[in-house]
């Protein structure tokens, strides 16, 4: 149980281009998200938290024009980076946060997606 | 503002060898605490964690660790480790003022030979 995929696994683009990666709660309802982004060598950073039915909540310094978040469903946020730069490149994690649980519930992780701006 | 510090970058054991794992936070609030694993090509999973109760807590895969309050701490031990657990290991630290939202640790590489 508490299973979350993430679409795609690994993303090549052009700079300039705009990138949608896809969080999905498969087992599980989560009217929480979260968004991280992992450097190589280098721990996970929290990018904002994603609301169903809400706007998203960013972190200090990460632009939210240029990471657009969408929390549609109970099952499913999507990242959107818009016009895609080389230092754009990371590795993109989420993780879904069951309804049930409230504020001490624990956090399931997506596998992450690679994302390779060219 | 809360934080990790993971003291341990990179830890070489052998097998069967003892392994503990430092984590100190800071944090104002009631605390909740994490570790999380991700092995090599794979994604972050939940070794165990403590909110509340007895602050030894035991995990998954032998894992246990436990919460010293007046220290800060956090550590994560495992009496006799295996090739199989060499992972990234990340410490945790949420609030239960923060909506689940948590601070991550740099990480510590463990590398266990066989």
């Known amino acids: 149980g508490a299973v979350v995929s993430q679409h795609p696994s690994w993303v090549i683009c052009k700079s300039g281009t705009s990138v949608k990666i896809e969080c999905r709660s498969l087992d599980f309802q989560a009217t929480t998200m979260f968004w991280y982004r992992q450097f190589p060598k280098q721990s996970l950073m929290l990018m904002a938290t994603s609301n169903e039915g809400s706007k998203a909540t960013y972190e200090q310094g990460v632009e939210k024009d240029k990471f657009l978040i969408n929390h549609a469903s109970l099952t499913l946020s999507t990242l959107t980076v818009t016009s895609a730069h080389p230092e754009d490149s990371s590795f993109y994690i989420c993780s879904a946060m069951p309804i049930a649980g409230g504020w001490s519930d624990t956090q399931y992780f997506g596998p992450g997606t690679r994302l390779t701006v060219l | 503002a809360q934080s990790v510090s993971q003291h341990n970058h990179h830890v070489i054991l052998s097998e069967a060898a003892s392994l503990e794992l430092g984590c100190n936070y800071s944090y104002g609030g009631t605390v909740n605490l994490f570790w999380y694993v991700q092995y090599p090509g794979q994604h972050l999973q939940l070794l165990l964690k403590?909110?509340?109760?007895?602050?030894l807590v035991k995990g998954i895969k032998g894992f246990e660790a436990e919460f010293i309050k007046s220290k800060f701490s956090f550590n994560l031990r495992k009496p006799s480790v295996q090739w199989s657990d060499t992972a990234e290991y990340f410490c945790?630290?949420?609030?239960?003022?923060?909506?689940?939202?948590?601070?991550f640790g740099d990480g510590t590489t463990l590398t266990v030979k066989p």
């Open positions: 945790a630290v949420g609030g239960n003022t923060n909506a689940g939202k948590s601070t």
């Open positions: 403590y909110f509340s109760g007895d602050p």
